[in-house]
């Protein structure tokens, strides 16, 4: 029987409310905390938490000794440190977004708050509680395909999740969200980190911005546009095929068509993915030298039509390949397993992975435990990204 346990969400926005639709039922939501009155109005109807319980300011909120055992945040990544200090301080256990900082220095001031405060630090890198990764891993370690000898891992972020978050929407500057490597592959250097059991020797990276550029000859914005056949039409993506809106909130009285047009006629997210103020990479190249004679190649592929991760192994007995839900091992030039995960998506909350990180962690919070991904075992795979820039 599990003890009940109290939490604070702080930064209520898409991630959050990710994780509040998948919470073990025995976690109870006591606080919210976010500067965006509709957010905070919006979370604490989802969680029944009472308006004396929400703060748009988390240092007025914190100032009031609130009691809880752990917190979630979920906030842009440039206050992840600040917050975290701030949760760790008052003995809190925290569940914390990925990238854990922008910095390797703010990464382990983070570790010290843990030690001088008793408390753990998670964090989201839910890749390693993905059935389809965790198979992977277990492949290799079980000697499928022999000693690793290299590996080549891409990122293909699609065309949808390249325009709104990386192009249009809030990770599209590095003065404000940092690399794309570090926003993006964070999951994947970590996932390599955890598989290889390795760390980096040296690291070398190249990015550049090969397609996301302005275009003379198309119109600001993608109403009205006359390409028919954009792939990162605006209009076709939140309108048309209603994707991608999560984040579009719906004030009381308003419909969510009403907030899609306005966005389209003067939001962020409704400009041309060729007329915007972006300056992170769209393509990235990193080379990995890792110990125990492993070189990794790792590249970021932010143009193509393709969303998903590839990875190649090279083992000294035969080649894994997973790409996108399948995998396969080849021996010899026979295919000796070939397994297929692709129904996981259907699951959603990545594929069931996001629950099965909550469960992990808050577990170990109600039980005094340690969670099985901590900030200390994370750090290896943030720092190739610190290097990679
Ligand atoms: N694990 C994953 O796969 C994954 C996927 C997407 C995003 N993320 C990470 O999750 C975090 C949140 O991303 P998101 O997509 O939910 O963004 P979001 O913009 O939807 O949500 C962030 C929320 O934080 C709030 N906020 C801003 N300043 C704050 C403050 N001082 N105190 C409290 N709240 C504040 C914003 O108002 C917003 O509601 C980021 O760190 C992001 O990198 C992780």
Redesign the pocket.
């Known amino acids: 029987m599990h003890k009940q346990i109290q939490i604070a969400v702080?930064?209520?926005?898409?991630?959050?409310r990710k994780y509040l639709s998948c919470l073990p039922e025995w976690v109870q939501v006591k606080y919210v905390?976010?500067?965006?009155p509709l957010?905070l109005q919006i979370a604490s109807r989802i969680c029944g938490v009472p308006q004396e319980a929400c703060f748009e300011d988390?240092e007025v909120f914190f100032a009031t000794k609130p009691k809880a055992q752990a917190a979630i945040i979920?906030?842009?990544?440039r206050?992840?440190l600040p917050?975290s200090l701030l949760a760790a301080n008052h003995g809190w256990h925290i569940l914390l977004?990925?990238?854990v900082s922008i910095s390797e220095g703010a990464y382990l001031q983070l570790i010290a708050a843990t030690e001088q405060y008793g408390v753990h630090i998670t964090p989201?890198l839910?890749m390693r509680f993905h059935k389809y990764f965790r198979r992977i891993r277990n492949l290799v370690k079980s000697g499928a395909v022999g000693d690793i000898l290299s590996i080549d891992h891409t990122e293909h972020v699609g065309p949808d999740r390249m325009a709104h978050t990386f192009v249009r929407g809030?990770w599209s500057r590095r003065d404000q969200a940092g690399p794309i490597f570090l926003?993006k592959c964070c999951?994947d250097a970590d996932f390599i980190v955890w598989l290889t059991g390795q760390t980096a020797l040296w690291v070398n990276s190249t990015g550049r911005i090969d397609k996301f550029k302005p275009t003379p000859g198309t119109p600001e914005r993608c109403l009205g546009c006359p390409i028919s056949d954009c792939p990162y039409s605006a209009v076709k993506l939140y309108k048309e095929r209603r994707e991608w809106i999560d984040?579009f909130d719906v004030p009381d009285g308003g419909t969510l068509d009403e907030v899609i047009d306005e966005e389209l006629r003067s939001g962020r997210w409704g400009r041309c993915v060729y007329h915007c103020d972006n300056d992170v990479y769209d393509t990235q190249d990193v080379s990995v030298e890792l110990t125990g004679g492993i070189h990794l190649d790792m590249h970021l592929d932010g143009t193509s039509m393709k969303e998903g991760r590839t990875t190649i192994i090279n083992g000294s007995q035969g080649t894994l390949v997973a790409d996108k839900w399948q995998i396969r091992i080849v021996k010899d030039g026979e295919t000796v397993l070939e397994e297929d995960y692709s129904g996981l998506e259907a699951i959603g909350l990545h594929g069931g992975a996001d629950a099965a990180m909550l469960e992990d962690f808050f577990e170990a919070v109600a039980t005094g435990g340690t969670p099985s991904l901590t900030l200390q075992s994370a750090l290896e795979g943030h720092r190739i990204c610190y290097l990679a820039g």
Do not use: F, M, Q, Y
């Open positions: 702080i930064g209520v926005g898409n991630r959050a905390v976010d500067p965006e957010r988390p979920a906030t842009p990544d206050l992840h917050l977004e990925k990238p989201c839910e809030l926003s999951h984040g």
